[in-house]
Structures are given as structure tokens and as C-alpha cells.
């Protein structure tokens, strides 16, 4: 069989035989190795389209990210598989799984369209871009809440946790990446040192907050809009880290803040607040949340960076250069926010004019 054929295979064998595979396109792919098609079948009772994720040849049964590959034995399902069906479980909006055949790298999922929240919210007002970005709230602080109270040490996502040691890895992901391999780079060891030595301060900080449920991805162009409602996609990569996180990666991703601008992004955070004290029944300690949300923004944006040029250099995607000034530019402002982190301006700004 060739790779049509293959996947009409496989539509057949879940829809009924007589199925018929009228066209199947390619999708725009993000950052990952997977590739996605849109199915447009023709059989009574089925849906009008499906969508075909394939994974790379050789690697049907990937761990997780490069950097997240900590499980104790190797996980014998693909975390995909593993993570829908925890969330599917606890009532977190995930698209429906019509079959999977793990050997040949291949998984139907519901068509939810073509609209991320990103989409969704071009040219609204901004009390209408609120609304969805709350909407978008609500649905993380079920995956946050719920899930980790309905904690399941066969779930990936409980096996492994953002600690010091990843978030070291992420952030000399960005000094590699995003300083001393950026094309022309040259950068002091000295300077380098300062770097990680803050840097360490930080990860240990965020290692000692209390960690939650996360997505890890939780952002803009992973949360598509179907039937007026937010679902989650990409979330394989799923695990345990604070819970500003998810929160600093849904406003500050990308190309977020063209929108969500500052006093937005602080209404926001507060809806988060409000929404989590009333659900769990207790007091937040609100200054030490922002803080600690603050770090977490700035410690992925930095990563953000690093790995954008990475996408650049090694993998051969030059699309995601284009985030990275307005990257640097939010990372200028959060790290002028915090007192103690200003000292990274200045040796950053040596390499990226939006630091200046």
C-alpha cells in the first residue's frame, strides 16, 4: 500500500468499508516532527472530515520532548494516547480519538477546524478578548485543579516534574542557541557565568513552588475554538510545574501581548486568582503568585528564544525568527520589573538591539 492508502486503510476500519477518502491536505505543521492531514470522508453516520496524525518513520514511540526524557522505564504507549485519555477522563476538552495504531504511527482525531484562540480573537474588542482569554482560563485551571487532584502515577504527566535541573537545561538551551551559536555571536566566558549564575537562581526558586498539573504548551495556538468553546491540542508533553506556568505561557507567548497588553495581562492574571481561591476555598497569597508568575514568564521566554533559534539553525525551520524581537522586547520589560533580574539587560543587550 502506498501512504494513502494506507490511511484510508485505516479511516475504513473505523468508519466501515465502504468509506470513501474524497481528498486528503496537508496541514501547516508547528514546531514539531509530526505532520498532520484533513481527511474529507463520505460514509453515512461519519463525520464530514477527520484528521490524520502521523508521526516520523522510526520513531512511533517517541519518550517525550528531547529534554523531558526522565521516565523511569520506558513508557510502553505514546504519550499522546496516555495524556487524551487522563484528560478525556477528568472533563478537560481534548478532540475525540476515532483510532490509533501505535506500530504504524498513525492516530484519527476530531477535525476542530482551523481556528486557534489567536485566530478567534483578531479585531475584537478588547472586553471580547477577555472573555475568550477567560475562557481559556477556566478550561487550564480544570486541567490544573481537577487533574491534579485526580493524580494517576500511570498518567506521564506525574512522572516527571519541572525541577532544577530541567529548567537549568532550558535556560542553557538559550545561552547555546540564542548566544553563543546565534551566526556572528561572540560572547565573554565571564559574562556567560554571571548568566548562569542567575540563572540558577532563578530555577531554584521555581524548583521550590509547589507544582500542579501543566500543559506545558498552553498557549495561543494550541487552544482551538469549537462549538464557541476552547480545546486543547498538543498537550503530550504534559507534567507537574508551578502553576503560573501554563498561566505565563497563555499571556505571553509569541506575539501574545499585541494584544494582551500589560493591563490587560494583569486583569487576567487577576481573573486567574479570583477564579483559583474561589474554586479550592482559600486565601492566594497574590504578591508571591505575580512574583513567581513574573519569573516563570521570564525564564520561558528565554527558552523561547533559545529554542526559536534552534528551530532556525538545526532543524531548518527559519519561520519562528520573526517572534523572536518581540520576544526579547516583553523580556525587556518583565526583567525590569523584577529588581534583582535587571542585571541581565545589559549583557543581553550587547547581543539583541531590543534590549537597548
Known sequence: MDHREVIADKIGAVFGANTAVSSLVPLAGDASSRRYWRAVIEASGAPK?????????????????????????????????????????????????????????????????????????????????????????????????????????????????????????????????????????????TKIETLRRIFSDIAHRLDRYPSCLNHRDYHSWNLMIHHEGVVLIDFQDALLAPPQYDLASLLNDRITDSVIRPHMEDQLVSYYLRQRADIEKRAIDADDFRETYLLSAIQRDLKVVGRFYYLDLVKGKPAYRKFIPPTVRRLKRNLARVPQLEPIIPLLAEHYEEMR
Not at 61 to 85: D, G, I, M, Y
Not at 88 to 93: D, L, T, W, Y
Open 49 to 189: 472530515s477527520v484528521i490524520v496524525m502521523e508521526l516520523p518513520a522510526g520513531s512511533a514511540l517517541p519518550l517525550s520532548s528531547e529534554e523531558l526524557a526522565v521516565f523511569k522505564q520506558a513508557p510502553t504507549e505514546l504519550p499522546f494516547l496516555n495524556l487524551h485519555r487522563f484528560l478525556s477522563g477528568i472533563g478537560v476538552r481534548v478532540p475525540k480519538l476515532y483510532g490509533h495504531w501505535q506500530n504504524d504511527g498513525i492516530l484519527l482525531l476530531e477535525d476542530l477546524g482551523d481556528t486557534a484562540l489567536w485566530d478567534r480573537i483578531q479585531g475584537l474588542p478588547d472586553d471580547e478578548i477577555l472573555t475568550w482569554y477567560q475562557k481559556a482560563i477556566d478550561e487550564l485551571l480544570l486541567l490544573q485543579i481537577r487533574g491534579t487532584k485526580a493524580r494517576d502515577d500511570a498518567c506521564v504527566a506525574f512522572q516527571q516534574r519541572f525541577d532544577y535541573r530541567l529548567y537549568m537545561w532550558e535556560f542553557d538551551h538559550f545561552i547555546e542557541y540564542g548566544l553563543e551559536k546565534r551566526p556572528g555571536a561572540y560572547v565573554a566566558g
